[in-house]
Structure formats: structure tokens, C-alpha cells
């Protein structure tokens, strides 16, 4: 059965402090504002969705009780709809987003909400305390190491320069800010409370800027000693080199043929992966290759390419070892200017290739996500 992605609209991201542009909203509201975007965009379909599935990382405080059930509750959708609260890391949104999509190809539904929802400024980065971060009796393997860290780890194993991390990262704000004015790259971007722009870029990025900025998170190494097993490398990645904490949300309307409206892309194949732990932000060139060899397509043939930039190492790697157009890839800018909403980011990387893939009238679209531990994620999408 084939499946489509009728919509996916996204909120700006919004700095995670108490003054950013969406820290004044609770996350079941930036949800809600979403799904008021898609019923106004796709009418009454997107109202009585069969399900609500909704990634999110921090399942605690501001958005701990079941996010999904609470964000149903407050956007007013019918009481069927069942509600589903999914945390795969930084590739919640996207995992969301299959997940709708194999429900919907098996016929368990005809249409879905799917998608996520961060708001760091309420529910910070490990804020949920879970044993696992601090838990010294894991085997060194199965312990927690911080993303940050094993970027750095990565760009060591990987022999990627700080020179390949400062152009990646200003590649990115370059990109970001010129996509500003691009109200194409931008027609699923929907104002949410007082923001109605991307609020993390940093146009006064400069080459020289990035080459001065020191390392940031070389201490790490120290403290999580026992999970690298002794082993140190050169610390690379300043705070620049790493996606903002943000806030955000987006959702997607998942379908079956047949809902009366015009869809604006097809599923052509879903994949995740599993990966090392101790390479950690591999697992999503996994799932890359794991979906490209499902739709039966090469890198070559993709108009348009988002790619999860998890720290700079992971696009810097991408750049380096695969056969892409740097021109077709994260052309609105990546996470390094607009930051990283955890569980939103693959729902919001989602609404953004849809836009990209309209904008210069293209036909396959891939989404790559990548996070911590060994989680990948990745979709082709062919427009309609």
C-alpha cells in the first residue's frame, strides 16, 4: 500500500533560556499550534487523526506524564485517537514518523499525526537524571557517553581536522541566513507565539571567528574516564561546532491514499539502524544505506538531502566519504545555525525537505538522522 506525507508543517526553533523566543510556550502548546496548522492547511482530515505519535527525549518535568496523550488532550482532538510518546534519541521525530507510516501501510490507519516536540528551555538535556548517565557498573561499552564527547571521539577516529569542522559549520550559517529570505525554503515554517524566525543563527559567523574559538569540551573525557576505557584524544569541537539546545516542534500528516486531498509527497522507504555505541553518531549512515538499498536509488539520484547535522563531525564525515552534491544538501542550512530540538528534529527535517524538494520542483528527497549511543534513522520521499 503506498503511503504519503500529505503535509508537515514546523515551528522556528527558539532558543532553550528563559527569554527565548519560545521558552514562554509549554510543549503540548507548540503542538497544538502544529496541528492547527495542518487542520487549517488540510481541512478536516487532519482533525481526527487515527493516532498522534509524538517523539520527545525528556519525558520529565514540563514533559514528563505521557507528552503525546497530554498534547492530544490540549489540541482538542477526538477522543479515538490514540496517543503514542516515543523516545529514540535524537531520531524521535523521524522514528515517529515511520512508525506512522507502517501503521498506515499495514491498514491499522488510514491517516496519522506524527512528529515531536522539545522544549529544552522547560525540560533541559539529560534532565530526566536517568540512572544510565551515571551508571559505572555498565560494562565501559554499554555506558552513557555525552554526544558532544564522542563527537570529538569520532573526529579523532575519523582523522577529521578542526579545518573540515570550521568549514562545515560555516557552511551552515551561511546557508541558514540566506534562507531566511527564501519564503519557498520557508512555506512550512508556521510563526508560533511571538517567533516567527529561526532565532539560534549566528550571522556574524566568519572563517576567522571559527578558527579562534577554542575547544570547549575537552574535560569530558575525565569525567566518563571509565567509559573510553582510558583512551584520550585531542578535544576539536568548540560550541560553535555544535547545534544550539533549542526549543521546537513539527508535525506531519501521514496517510493512505484516498483522503481527498492532494498529497505532497509518497513514502518510498523508511529504515533505522542500530549501530556501535562506542562510534556512536555512525547509525545514521547506516540507515542511509539501509533505505537507499530498500527504494533501490543511489545517493546521485536525491534532489535534495537533509542531513542531521550532529555536531560537525557527522556532516563533515558525510561530505568526505559519500558521493553527494554539496549543493543539494541542507541548502536552508542545517542544525549547526538552527539548533537541535531533540525529539523534534526529524519531524522538523522532514517539513524542511518537503519545502526544499518544492522549491526547486525536484523528484526523490532523502532525511538522515543520527544520534547518540548508535540511533539512525532515515526516509526517502518521492514528491508528488
Given at each position: 500500500?503506498?503511503?504519503?506525507?500529505?503535509?508537515?508543517?514546523?515551528t522556528p526553533?527558539g532558543?532553550?533560556?528563559?527569554?527565548?523566543g519560545?521558552a514562554?510556550l509549554?510543549?503540548q502548546?507548540?503542538?497544538?499550534?502544529q496541528?492547527?496548522?495542518?487542520?487549517?492547511r488540510?481541512?478536516?482530515v487532519?482533525?481526527?487523526?487515527?493516532?498522534?505519535?509524538?517523539?520527545?527525549?525528556?519525558?520529565s518535568?514540563?514533559?514528563?506524564?505521557?507528552?503525546?496523550m497530554l498534547?492530544?488532550?490540549?489540541?482538542?482532538?477526538?477522543d479515538?485517537?490514540?496517543?503514542?510518546?516515543?523516545?529514540?534519541?535524537?531520531?524521535?521525530?523521524?522514528?515517529a514518523?515511520?512508525q506512522?507510516?507502517?501503521?498506515?501501510?499495514s491498514?491499522?490507519?488510514?491517516?496519522?499525526?506524527a512528529?515531536?516536540?522539545e522544549?529544552?528551555?522547560?525540560?533541559p538535556?539529560l534532565?530526566?537524571?536517568?540512572g544510565f548517565?551515571?551508571?559505572?557498573?555498565?560494562?565501559?561499552?554499554?555506558?552513557?557517553v555525552?554526544?558532544?564527547?564522542?563527537a570529538?571521539?569520532?573526529?579523532?577516529?575519523?582523522?577529521?581536522?578542526?579545518?573540515?569542522?570550521d568549514?562545515?559549520?560555516?557552511a551552515?550559517q551561511?546557508?541558514a541566513?540566506?534562507a531566511?529570505?527564501?519564503?519557498?525554503?520557508?512555506?512550512?515554517?508556521i510563526?508560533?507565539?511571538?517567533?516567527?524566525?529561526?532565532?539560534?543563527?549566528?550571522p556574524?559567523?566568519?572563517?576567522?571567528?571559527?578558527a579562534?574559538a577554542?575547544?570547549?569540551?575537552g574535560?569530558?573525557?575525565?569525567?566518563?574516564a571509565?567509559?573510553?576505557?582510558?583512551?584520550t584524544?585531542?578535544?576539536l569541537?568548540?560550541?560553535?561546532?555544535?547545534?544550539?539546545?533549542c526549543?521546537?516542534?513539527a508535525l506531519?500528516?501521514?496517510?493512505?491514499?484516498?483522503?481527498?486531498?492532494?498529497?505532497?509527497?509518497?513514502?518510498?522507504?523508511?529504515?533505522e539502524?542500530?549501530?556501535?555505541?562506542?562510534?556512536?553518531?555512525t547509525?545514521?549512515?547506516?540507515?542511509?544505506?539501509?533505505v537507499l538499498?530498500?527504494?533501490?536509488?543511489?545517493?546521485?539520484?536525491?534532489?535534495?538531502?537533509?542531513?542531521?547535522?550532529?555536531?560537525?563531525v557527522t556532516?563533515?564525515?558525510?561530505?568526505?566519504?559519500?558521493?553527494?552534491?554539496p549543493a543539494?544538501?541542507?541548502?536552508?542550512?542545517?542544525?549547526?545555525?538552527?539548533g537541535?530540538?531533540?525529539?523534534?528534529?526529524?519531524a522538523?527535517?522532514?517539513?524542511?525537505?518537503?519545502?526544499?524538494?518544492?522549491?526547486?520542483?525536484g523528484?526523490?528527497?532523502?532525511?538522515?538522522?543520527?544520534g547518540?549511543m548508535?540511533?539512525?534513522?532515515a526516509?526517502?520521499?518521492e514528491r508528488?
Amino acid at each position: 500500500m503506498n503511503v504519503y506525507l500529505y503535509d508537515a508543517v514546523r515551528t522556528p526553533r527558539g532558543k532553550a533560556r528563559p527569554d527565548g523566543g519560545l521558552a514562554g510556550l509549554s510543549p503540548q502548546e507548540l503542538v497544538r499550534q502544529q496541528a492547527a496548522a495542518l487542520a487549517e492547511r488540510c481541512g478536516d482530515v487532519a482533525r481526527a487523526p487515527d493516532a498522534l505519535l509524538l517523539g520527545c527525549v525528556t519525558q520529565s518535568g514540563a514533559q514528563g506524564g505521557h507528552i503525546a496523550m497530554l498534547a492530544k488532550l490540549h489540541a482538542g482532538l477526538p477522543d479515538t485517537t490514540a496517543a503514542h510518546s516515543i523516545n529514540n534519541y535524537c531520531a524521535s521525530g523521524l522514528s515517529a514518523i515511520g512508525q506512522a507510516v507502517a501503521k498506515v501501510a499495514s491498514g491499522e490507519a488510514t491517516h496519522i499525526l506524527a512528529g515531536g516536540v522539545e522544549s529544552m528551555s522547560g525540560a533541559p538535556f539529560l534532565g530526566d537524571r536517568a540512572g544510565f548517565y551515571t551508571n559505572d557498573e555498565l560494562s565501559p561499552r554499554a555506558r552513557f557517553v555525552p554526544p558532544v564527547l564522542a563527537a570529538d571521539r569520532l573526529a579523532h577516529a575519523e582523522g577529521i581536522s578542526r579545518t573540515e569542522l570550521d568549514a562545515v559549520a560555516l557552511a551552515s550559517q551561511q546557508k541558514a541566513g540566506a534562507a531566511e529570505n527564501d519564503a519557498a525554503l520557508q512555506k512550512s515554517r508556521i510563526a508560533t507565539g511571538p517567533l516567527a524566525g529561526e532565532e539560534c543563527i549566528r550571522p556574524q559567523t566568519t572563517a576567522e571567528s571559527l578558527a579562534a574559538a577554542p575547544p570547549a569540551f575537552g574535560e569530558l573525557q575525565q569525567q566518563y574516564a571509565g567509559a573510553l576505557e582510558g583512551a584520550t584524544f585531542e578535544p576539536l569541537h568548540s560550541i560553535a561546532h555544535a547545534p544550539p539546545i533549542c526549543d521546537g516542534a513539527a508535525l506531519a500528516l501521514v496517510g493512505a491514499e484516498g483522503l481527498g486531498i492532494a498529497p505532497r509527497a509518497r513514502v518510498l522507504a523508511f529504515a533505522e539502524s542500530g549501530g556501535d555505541p562506542a562510534a556512536s553518531l555512525t547509525a545514521g549512515f547506516a540507515a542511509m544505506d539501509k533505505v537507499l538499498a530498500r527504494a533501490g536509488l543511489a545517493l546521485g539520484d536525491m534532489d535534495r538531502i537533509e542531513f542531521m547535522e550532529a555536531f560537525a563531525v557527522t556532516i563533515a564525515k558525510f561530505h568526505r566519504d559519500r558521493d553527494a552534491d554539496p549543493a543539494r544538501v541542507n541548502v536552508s542550512g542545517g542544525h549547526l545555525a538552527k539548533g537541535h530540538p531533540m525529539g523534534a528534529s526529524g519531524a522538523i527535517l522532514t517539513s524542511t525537505l518537503l519545502d526544499a524538494l518544492d522549491a526547486c520542483s525536484g523528484r526523490y528527497g532523502l532525511v538522515v538522522l543520527t544520534g547518540a549511543m548508535g540511533v539512525g534513522a532515515a526516509m526517502i520521499v518521492e514528491r508528488q
